[in-house]
């Protein structure tokens, strides 16, 4: 068993199919996306830590010295121990393949250990992610899924920055797909149909 820990919700799946990762926005937790992904992949396993930070009384993945400016030490800290967590448990589960689903808060850790671990998740879906840094290159990316959905009009997430995470992305020679909505940062029915789309061949 892996010793980084959360607070989480599991569903074992059925041997040899992936594992799903989800990863709640700021101020949610473990359920905020358990169901949803329980019937993305009825066979997978589910997995849903809650995050370790809290911020006012709001569960994060990492800190944040104010909106958009993040705590670098703690995002490096929150990487690692996420990147352990993620593979002890794909190693328990015995999981074909290592899946992963983030929003807002939850894209950003999601998106960095994909930035830093590149071999450790084979698709990642990224809802409304905001890195407002120029991630280091990394090759173990060549060939990885990522589908990263986003709102034009994201106060939070800004158009620019959620581009310039995508064209980061084909650079390492990922394989990307970018579903954008006219709104700012609230999940859209185009969103949720794209993310079925994006998860289709896992099931």
Known sequence: MTNATYVHRVKPGAPGKPILFTFHG????????????????????????RG???????????????????DMADLARATEKMATYVKGLAVDHGASQVLGL????????????????????????????????QPRDNEKLDGRRVLITAGERDPISPAPVTKALA?????????????????????????????????????
């Open 52 to 70: 370790d930070v809290s911020e006012y009384g709001a569960a994060r993945f990492f800190r944040r010295t104010g909106e958009g400016v993040y």
């Open 167 to 203: 064209d980061y992305f084909s650079r390492q020679k990922a394989e990307v797909r970018l579903d954008w909505h006219s709104g700012g940062h609230d999940i859209r029915q185009n969103e949720i149909e794209a993310i079925h789309s994006f998860f289709a061949p896992y099931a």
């Open 26 to 49: 700021t101020g949610g937790d473990e359920n905020q996306f358990f169901d949803f992904a329980s019937r993305l992949l009825p066979e997978a396993t589910i997995v849903s830590p």
């Open 102 to 133: 983030g929003f807002s808060n939850g894209a950003n850790i999601l998106a960095n250990v994909l930035i830093e671990h590149g071999e450790l998740f084979d698709a990642a879906v990224l809802m409304h992610p905001l890195i407002p840094f």
